[in-house]
């Protein structure tokens, strides 16, 4: 994101963190004496939830799917690939039982397995999250420009996809392009008003564009905590000096190496809505001397569901 990258603390990617909140999502090393134990835990959690609940009928395959993907967002990324080898078993694979599955071993830090899967995605109904998969894990490792061309491939298949769109935008940052960051981050934040990684992705990207007034008013109305504006802050610094827009102003080495990777930020923020159009105040309305046709986006109300 990356930043949102990592699960174990949600950025930018996804992300995340910002992320990357890219956040960012990702895919911390996690050691084997720890991931089977990890992987027992989460099955036994998932499967005393499921307990409680109405009882759901899993003869088919969409709906086993289904129970896979609520697992996943429940975090119980191990588990989920015991119920995915299941799943196949009983009904092959196919593309949608990839994605869950690829999603998976991104997520448990299995990352060349998971770069295998998500390719076996591309010239499938499942392209756009083979493309994204790819570039999470082009993130995870750095290589921001590269992210972002994946991520552009994934957009041009799903171009109302929030999650995506904030991605592409981290990525961007990331990448020292910040002023190509902004529409799609723009975009995100009005597909999808109360996404905290798309409030924190805006709020890093009007601080690394010099734009100070309008990211405190944004963190100001989200209430975000005096840690995450620090960490958006000392963001928008490294990426200012990675873009060349303003050496001066780079971090010491003392307190951010410019050669060490940026830890995910966290993402605690509150949801909520601006009043303004589509839900979500514009650059023109916290900055009236800014031209409308320069800034103006047009809000679209859907909100499509982004990939894991």
Same mark, same amino acid.
């Given at each position: 994101m990356s930043a949102f990258f990592d699960p174990s603390v949600r950025n930018v990617w996804a992300s995340t963190a910002i992320g990357l909140a890219l956040a960012v999502s990702g895919c911390a090393a996690t050691k084997d004496h720890y991931a089977a134990g990890e992987d027992a835990q989460q099955r036994q959690a998932f499967e005393a939830a499921s307990e409680t609940k109405s009882g759901a009928n899993i003869d088919t395959q969409a709906t086993y799917l289904k129970v896979v993907s609520q697992m996943q967002q429940q975090g119980l990324w191990f588990a989920s690939l015991a119920h995915i080898a299941a799943?196949?078993? *009983?009904? /092959? @694979?196919? !593309?949608? $039982?990839?994605? @869950?599955?690829?999603?998976? %071993? *991104?997520?448990? /830090?299995?990352?060349?397995?998971?770069? @295998?899967?998500?390719?076996? %995605?591309?010239?499938? !109904?499942?392209? $756009? =999250?083979?493309?994204?998969?790819?570039? %999470? %894990? =082009?993130?995870?490792h750095g290589h921001y420009a590269e992210a972002v061309q994946l991520f552009k491939q994934a957009q041009r298949r799903t171009p109302t996809d929030a999650l995506l769109l904030s991605d592409l935008g981290y990525a961007s940052l990331r990448a020292g392009q910040l002023e190509e960051a902004r529409l799609p981050l723009m975009q995100a934040l009005q597909l999808q008003p109360d996404s905290k990684q798309a409030q924190a992705n805006v709020a890093l990207y009007l601080e690394a564009t010099h734009q100070a007034e309008q990211a405190t008013a944004l963190m100001d109305a989200n209430r975000m905590p005096e840690a995450t504006r620090a960490a958006v802050r000392a963001a928008a610094l490294q990426m200012r000096a990675a873009a060349g827009n303003s050496a001066a102003l780079a971090p010491s080495s003392a307190t951010l190496p410019r050669n060490e990777p940026m830890a995910p930020f966290p993402l605690a923020l509150k949801p909520t809505r601006w009043a303004g159009m589509g839900g979500v105040r514009t650059a023109t309305q916290l900055n009236p001397s800014v031209s409308a046709a320069d800034t103006a986006l047009s809000p679209n109300p859907t909100s499509p569901r982004g990939t894991p």
């Open positions: 799943l196949e078993q *009983r009904w /092959g @694979v196919t !593309p949608d $039982s990839t994605r @869950v599955r690829a999603d998976a %071993l *991104r997520q448990t /830090g299995q990352a060349e397995p998971a770069e @295998v899967a998500y390719k076996r %995605l591309l010239n499938t !109904p499942q392209e $756009s =999250a083979g493309y994204r998969g790819l570039g %999470l %894990l =082009a993130g995870a």
